[in-house]
C-alpha cells in the first residue's frame, strides 16, 4: 500500500523518558499534523535514511517545541537512531494486518503456524502499540496456546532476531523458571562449568516480575551489554559469559513482550516455555539445564504443576531440536540473604570467593547444578557431578574463572550497597515457620529493585531458626527516603510475611 | 496504608494531549523525583485539595518544565481541576489490590460478584493503566464472563456513578448493538416517541469501534454533552432528549474501557451487555427496545448469534429489573447513504424533513423501530404502531419535535460537510451483489471519522443496483488531504468492498 508523502520535519530529541514505547510530540498547528489529520494517540511511522519506526503521537499546543520539528522520546530517538536536526517523513502506518489474528484468539481460535509468525514479526518490528502488546500477551495468558501454537511461537520468536553459530560440539545452558528470590545460581554455576572445560556461553534476561533477573545481578559487577561479537571472544577466551539477551536481538519479540509482562505482572507456561527455548536455541546452545523451584509461593507451586511445565518444556524443546532436563528443587523460602541486584551479587561473591559467612543454600544449589550440568555436558560419569563441582569451587578455580569472565566482559567491580536502610523486627519471640516469596519479592521491588540495583532487602532469619521479640527479621534497603517508606509501609502490613511461631 | 507526604510542586498545564491517559511529566532532578524514586512509567498519585488522581509518568531531563513544576498532561488537567501553578502533592499509589482478580481471571478462574465490583470501582476512579485496561477488557473478551459474572459487572458498573430517578411511569430507552454503517434511527425515533406522548431520554455513546456513534452524530446539529439538570429540564419540556452519556457519569466505568476497547476494536458479549445495560438502568429506563442488525459483515452475524446475545440481554436485563424487547433486523448493507458523523446527520434530516430523495431504507427502519416502541410503550395496541409512526413523520411532528429537542438541547445547526472528497469507480458494469460493512467502515475511519465529523463516505449504489463501468460507487470525505489519500490508498486495494456482478 502506497503511504501519502508529506514534507519532512526536523528529528528533535525531546529528552523525556516514557519508558520503552517510542513516543512522538508534534505540535497540533504543523503542517504535517493538519495535512495527515494525525491527533493524540495516532500511530505515525517516522523515516529516516531508511529506518522506520512507529510511534504513538502525543499532541503539543505549546511553545516548547515548533511547527517545524518532530520530538522524539528517548526510546523513539534510540530506536530511529537519525541525529539532531536530521529530516524525517512522517506518515500513517500501514494497518497492522496481524492485530486480525490476536482478535482471533481473543474470540477463541487458535492461531496457525503462519498468523502467529506475522505478529510476532510485527511485534519484533516495534509496529504494536504497548495496548496492542497487552493484548496479545493477555490473550495468550493462562494456558490459551495449545502445544502447537506453542512451538510456532517459540520458532517465530527464533525466526525474528538474530541467532549464534557455535560450530560443532556441546554448547550448555541453564535456566531458572524464577519465582524464588535470590535463586542467583547461575553467576556460580557458568564459571564452574566454564573451570571444568564446559562451553557455557549464557545469555540472561533482566527480571519479568521478580525483583531482580540474573542480568540485572551481574550488571553490578560487570559489563553486560555486549553485542555477538564480544560475546564470541569472551567465550573463546574463557569458555563462558554471562551477558544480558536483550542487547544482542536473539528472540528479540521477547524483550518486546517483556515489557508488557512486566507491569502487567501476567506470564503463562506457552509463554515462558517460548520465552525462555527461543532464548536458548538463538544463542546456539545445545543441551539446556532447567532449574524449577517447586514451593507453595514459588512461581510453580506444585509438583503437578511443575510436571505439566516440565513436558511442555520437554516437548516444545524436542521440537526445535534442543536437549533439555529439567531438575526440580526447593522452593519453599528465598535463597541466600540479598533479594535484589546488588544485594543478590554480594551474596554470589561470598560463596565465589569461600567466605566463612557465605550463604550455604545458596552455594549447595549451585553445586547440585553444576554436578547436573557435568554429568548432562559429558565431562562427568553419573554421580561424580556434584563432587567435582565442589572441588572446583573449593580450589578458587571458580572464582579465578569467575574474575577472568568478568575483566573479559570489561573489568570487574564491586556492587554498591544503598545507604537508606531500616530493620524490620520480629513482634515476638519464636521460630520462623514460613517466609512468604511473593510478598518478600514485593517489598524488594517495593522498594525500588530492580530499576535502582541497590535496592532489595537483606533477610536475617532462615525458615527454623528462633528469633527473639525485636530482633531484625529482614533490611530494607532503598535508593531514597521516599522509596524506603513506601516499602516500609507496605512491610509493616504484612506482619506473617515471615511468620514466626507463638513459642513464648 | 500510609502514603509518605512529600514537598508540594506546582501545577503546570503542559498543553500536550495524549488523549485520554493522564500523563505527569516531572524533571529526573526534581526533589521529589528524587526522594520518591520514582522513574518513567511509575504511576504516581496526584493530589490537589482532596481530589486525587494517578497518572503515569515520562521522565524529563530537558528544561521547558523547571525541578518545581508538575507537568500534566490535558487528560490529567481536567481529570485534577487545579488551577495553574497549584500547590499539588505528589506520592506512590497504594498498589491496586484488584489487579489480583483480572490476573485471577486471565488464569480462568471466574470473578466473584465481589471481586468484579472492587475491579470496576477501580477502573472507574481512573486507578488503573491503559495496559492494566487492556489487559482486563482483553480478559474478559470472547465470551470469558459467565452469565453470573455478566450480571454482577453490570450491577457493579451502574454502583459506580451516577443514577437518574425520573419517577413514576415507563421510561422508554432504544439501543442499536451496532455494526451496521449509517443505522442512525435513535435521531428519528425519539422524536416521533416524544411527540406521541412516550418518555424517552436517550443517552448514546460516542463510537466505539465503528466510524460514528448517534452522539457523534448529533453533536454536529446539536449540543450533546449534557449533565443531569440539563437533561431533566429538556426532557420536562419536551419528552425526549438525544444526548451524550458520558458527560453524566452514567456508568462511568464504561467510558473508561470504551477508550481501550476502541484502538484494541475488541468487544463482546459480555461487555456488550454490561456496557448497554449499564447505561440503561443508571439512565433511569425501565423499558429497553434493543435493534439487533444480524448480517455476514454486521457485528452480529448470524441468527444464532443473534439468538444467544439476545438471550443474555433478555437474562441481564431480568436479573437488574429491565424490561427489554429485542428487534432482529436486516444487517445486510449499510443504512442510509452517509458514513461518518456529518454524513449521516445529514441523511437524517432528509428523512425528518420529508425530502424527496431521503434514504428510503433509514426511514423503513425508523419507522419499524418506533411503531415496535410505540407498542411496547402501551400507547398503540399491537399491529398499530408503524402506522402511527408512519402518520407522525409524515405530517412533519416528527421534524418539528426533533428541532424543539435539539433546540432545548443548546441549538440546532446544520452539519458541516468536508472540502476534501474523491471519487471511487466502478471497474466494470453490473449489478451491485454485495456491499463489506466491515471494510467500508473501515474506509471512513481511514478518512478520519468519527474525531473528524465530516470524514466518512457516501454511497451511491445500494445492493442490487445496476451501475456503468467508471460510475462512481462511492465518495471518500476527509478533514485533509492526507487522510484522504490515506483512505484512498486502502480503497484502492479494496476492489471489491462494494461487489459488482459480471454482467459486462
Known sequence: MAEPASAPLRARRMRIDTYQEPVLFMRRDCPVCQSEGFEAQSRVAVSWQGHRIVATLNVVDADFITGGEAGLSEAAWRLLGAPEGAEVQLAHPPPIESLGHVRAKVYGRPFSDAAIAEVVRDVAQGLYSDLQLAAFVTACAGNRLDLRETVALTRAMVGAGETIDWGPGRVMDKHCVGGLPGNRTTMIVVPIAAACGLRMPKTSSRAITSPAGTADVMETVAPVALDVPAIRRVVEATGGCIVWGGSVRLSPADDVLIRVERPLDLDSGSQLAASVLSKK????STHVLIDMPVGPTAKVRSSDAARSLSQLLQDVARAIGLQVRVLETDGNAPVGRGIGPALEARDVLAVLRGDAGAPRDLAQRSLLLAGELLEFGGIASAGTGAASAASTLATGGAWRKFLEICEAQGGFAEPT?????????????????????????????????????????????????????????FTVHAGSPGALAYALAYADTQCDVVLVGGDD
Open 417 to 473: 550497597l544503598a545507604t537508606h536502610r531500616r530493620d524490620v523486627v520480629s513482634a515476638r519471640s519464636g521460630h520462623v515457620v514460613a517466609i512468604d516469596n511473593r510478598r518478600i519479592a514485593r517489598i524488594a521491588k517495593l522498594a525500588g529493585a530492580p530499576k535502582t540495583p541497590c535496592a532489595g532487602l537483606e533477610l536475617h532469619a532462615n525458615v527454623g531458626r528462633f528469633v527473639e521479640r525485636g530482633e531484625a527479621l
Open 281 to 284: 536455541a538463538a544463542a546456539g
